[in-house]
């Protein structure tokens, strides 16, 4: 059940995410602990701190070791550092009673001080040693360990004094603390890998977002991807850690300019957040770009300000800027909220730590909290909490959307119920397990006529109320229920075509039968009310049934909409399909036996629809349609005796005749100087030909044509028929060098499984999608997400249905390689459309365009 496996897979990402911030509070414990056991705690040592600010920043050593009025403290975290450009002095002094040297480190584990300088006092005023550290200098910047620290060497029977001088305009705290020099490796190492661990997940979620990116084209993985390597960047370069990634001088760089930095991150999450909501396709878009743009104007505004304006001015500037910009993304997120988008709610979720994480990281520079290890390295940990949130909620949101296409392939758009191809799997399962049913169509009087005068709310909620009103009368255990493998899996009802609804009645007796057909004649005809609209039903049933009306899907439909056409002049009711109807079966043998003797005969006629190359305006090629004047009845609809060649079982024997046909036409076309590509249809049926990928290359030999100007064309749905077969017939062809299409795009049931697995080399959106076009935003949106969806396969994409210069400039703008309809030309018969290839090409492409945009609008 998809609803249940939504529900199981949210309870799974619950889980992960608990775990998640299970794991970051066992880290957060862990750096506690460290906390804890690196102070060095030895009873041979004691350790006194004194300091000194030297506001005029320019005291030379000799009168601050002689004259300066150091003040004492009782621990280091008591100095009163101050984000302001300003040095201070700090005393160490030990009172060291071991007899033999000990190794120590003064931990300042700050990598973005300008000038740290520090001298090993004996005696009082002898210099022993001298280090020097800072970001401001490449040398200075190499001098530093990781994490940052002072060595000093403590000297036996002396009096030892680390006379250290910090000058920096950018966060002057730092621990102090006198760590052994086994606690300090240790401490090195738990931090290299907690910052190891880190990079390495920044690295995962980059590829990962990298390759989905490749595969959907959609911006905001991209953008997810900048985000992550900035948050790096930032958050390496603020521990000393992007040295091990930057030259010296771009760690300079981005050390000097931290906060300029952490205000681009900010920026980037921002278009994240616009980009990932898809504001794009929301109704107050022009609203919330403006108030976008407004703010990313504003934070690039700062991010200069920065550059030129010391940290402890900007700082605060940047910490007040974080307010309105949380603020503009929770505005966001209502904007777009749904209840029904899960990944909603996980996107909200992944601000939380890095909202907290940034506080605690501007804290710790402003001087409101004290050092510690847990407030050091809070945003290093909260960062990557909030990118795997964020990666949970992009994954959401990338299957939510392969769900919208998927349903969209498979469901009726305006009923949101089961379409044509779904109704045809259940009949077909039906069928494999033997089962009886009766297959009902229902349609309405007047439906097609009466909604295009509804506006689309009183459209929807008409349609709406008769799938209700069917919904209730159907609601007894004989009504099939149809799997469609979606978050609703069993539906009652299915929708045919616009208009036409179905549903299956299984193992029941006539009389039952009869009843529920009564049932819901019953609660659809009436009277029906929507607000000011009102409006009178009058519903019909053809029946079928399973197995005397017939055993395909496709003859059962068609004989439960004959059904319907049988009585059309009752208004209401139902009717049984008549398969012993004197004058539908005598008719019908006649047309099946001229049908057959057409084929023998060549009594039927190829016609030939251009199909126009939109980047070029030249002629692609064109689709060979067969056509047949009956001598008694005229023109026979390609529907008719098509699916009559279908029923009786001479489909192939037509598809064969086509192919020949369309060969030999092709080889004049060749001989007078024209190389076309030639599309030719084949049924579901014409998979099952023995051998026919090497007989129709046999046939492209006979006539002197090449097997790359050749096309054969399969319907959607035939992938559901018998895939293996499908795809070695496929891989036969493509080796022979045959190109093949799926046509009819979007009105089937094809799984992208299939798609991704199938050598096909084009897709051809179905002309329901491309004929209203301009007016329709999901078909916009359907055609776009195709076409982008075939270009990451490799594959060509062909519209049909092209019948005005608007849908046409829609899909060269998104991207499609060729069109087709009457825009620019009706099937023609070959001799018209050999002239039509003569005169397309002796003019230029630019003036074939002008002339075809000049006769449509005349």
């Not at 070791?65 to 003040?71: L, Q, R």
């Not at 017939?550 to 439960?560: C, D, E, F």
């Amino acid at each position: 059940m998809q609803m249940q496996a939504l529900q199981s897979r949210q309870a799974l990402i619950w889980t992960t995410i608990a775990l998640a911030v299970g794991f970051v509070a066992s880290v957060f414990y862990g750096i506690a602990s460290l906390t804890r056991v690196s102070q060095l705690n030895d009873p041979l040592l004691d350790v006194e701190y004194r300091y000194f600010i030297d506001e005029t920043n320019e005291l030379p050593l000799d009168y601050v070791i002689e004259h300066a009025p150091f003040a004492t403290v009782q621990n280091p975290e008591a100095i009163p550092w101050k984000l302001e450009y300003q040095t201070f002095w700090i005393q160490v002094e030990f009172d060291y009673k071991g007899l033999t040297e000990r190794h120590l480190h003064i931990l300042t584990d700050n990598t973005t001080i300008d000038y740290l300088d520090a001298y090993h006092l004996v005696d009082g005023d002898q210099i022993v040693t001298k280090y020097e550290g800072g970001d401001v200098t490449q040398s200075r910047l190499a001098n530093m360990s990781l994490p940052a620290s002072v060595p000093v060497t403590l000297l036996p029977d002396k009096a030892n004094t680390l006379l250290i001088k910090v000058t920096s305009s950018d966060m002057p705290t730092m621990p102090l603390w006198v760590m052994s020099h086994q606690a300090y490796d240790q401490l090195a190492k738990a931090i290299h890998l907690l910052w190891g661990g880190f990079i390495t997940f920044m690295l995962l979620v980059t590829l990962y977002s990298v390759g989905v990116y490749v595969y959907s084209r959609q911006r905001v993985y991209l953008i997810y991807v900048l985000n992550t390597l900035m948050a790096t960047v930032l958050i390496s370069a603020n521990h000393g850690f992007s040295r091990y990634f930057l030259p010296d001088w771009a760690q300079v760089f981005v050390s000097n300019h931290i906060l300029a930095f952490a205000v681009c991150l900010l920026t980037i999450a921002l278009w994240f957040t616009y980009f990932f909501l898809d504001f794009e396709r929301s109704r107050g878009y022009q609203r919330v770009r403006s108030m976008f743009l407004m703010a990313t104007g504003a934070l690039a505004g700062l991010a200069l300000l920065t550059f030129i304006t010391p940290p402890y001015i900007s700082a605060s500037l940047v910490l007040l800027s974080q307010v309105p910009i949380y603020g503009l993304v929770i505005y966001f997120l209502i904007k777009q909220w749904q209840p029904g988008k899960f990944w909603l709610l996980l996107f909200g979720l992944s601000w939380l730590p890095a909202m907290a994480g940034g506080l605690a990281f501007y804290a710790l520079l402003l001087g409101y909290s004290e050092y510690t290890l847990m407030s050091r390295y809070a945003l290093m940990l909260s960062m990557g909490l909030t990118m795997m949130l964020f990666s949970v909620a992009l994954a959401e949101r990338f299957r939510f959307q392969r769900m919208n296409a998927m349903d969209s392939l498979t469901h009726d758009k305006l009923s949101g119920l089961p379409n044509t191809n779904v109704v045809h799997i259940a009949i077909n399962e039906l069928i494999a397990r033997n089962i009886s049913f009766n297959l009902c169509c229902v349609t309405i009087d007047n439906y097609n006529n009466l909604l295009p005068y509804l506006d689309e709310d009183t459209r929807q909620s008409y349609i709406n109320t008769i799938v209700d009103r069917i919904l209730e009368a159907l609601d007894v255990e004989q009504i099939y229920q149809i799997d469609t493998e979606s978050d609703t899996p069993f539906q009652q009802l299915g929708c045919l075509k616009e208009g036409v609804f179905t549903f299956l009645i299984q193992e029941a007796d006539l009389e039952t039968c009869n009843h529920i057909l009564e049932s819901v004649i019953e609660g659809l005809n009436g009277e029906l009310a929507i607000g000011s609209f009102i409006t009178h039903i009058n519903a019909r049933i053809g029946v079928c049934h399973y197995p005397s009306d017939g055993a395909h899907p496709s003859l059962l439909i068609n004989r439960a909409m004959q059904a319907l056409q049988q009585h059309r002049s009752v208004l209401g009711g139902y009717t049984h399909f008549n398969n012993h109807e004197h004058k539908y079966h005598e008719l019908h043998v006649s047309l099946v036996a001229d049908l057959r003797e057409a084929i023998e005969n060549d009594g039927l006629e190829l016609y030939h629809q251009p199909q126009i190359d939109l980047r070029t305006g030249s002629i692609h090629g064109s689709e060979v349609l067969a056509r047949w004047m009956h001598p008694r009845f005229g023109q026979i609809s390609p529907d008719v005796f098509v699916r009559m060649a279908e029923d009786v079982g001479i489909i192939n024997n037509l598809t064969l005749w086509v192919i020949r046909r369309a060969f030999q036409q092709q080889q004049q076309l060749i001989a007078s100087g024209h190389c076309r590509r030639l599309s030719i249809n084949i049924s579901a049926s014409d998979i099952y030909i023995p051998n026919l990928a090497a007989r129709v290359v046999d046939l492209a030999s006979q006539y002197d044509v090449p097997t790359n100007l050749v096309s054969l064309e399969l319907t959607e749905s035939v992938m559901v028929e018998d895939y293996d077969w499908l795809k070695r017939l496929i891989s036969e062809l493509s080796a022979s060098g045959i190109e093949v299409s799926i046509d009819d795009y979007g009105t089937g049931y094809s799984s992208l499984y299939f798609l991704s697995q199938l050598p096909f080399t084009e897709l051809k959106i179905d002309r329901s999608f491309v004929r209203n076009l301009p007016q329709s935003g999901r078909h916009q949106s359907i055609v776009r997400a195709t076409t982008d969806m075939a270009r990451s396969l490799g594959v060509m994409v062909v519209a049909e249905g092209v019948e005005c210069e608007e849908a046409e400039a829609l899909l060269r703008r998104y991207g499609v390689d060729v069109g087709q309809g009457f825009y620019y030309s009706r099937p023609l018969p070959f001799n018209q459309y050999q002239a039509y290839v003569q005169r397309m090409d002796n003019v230029q492409p630019v003036t074939i365009l002008r002339q075809g945009r000049l006769s449509s609008s005349g």
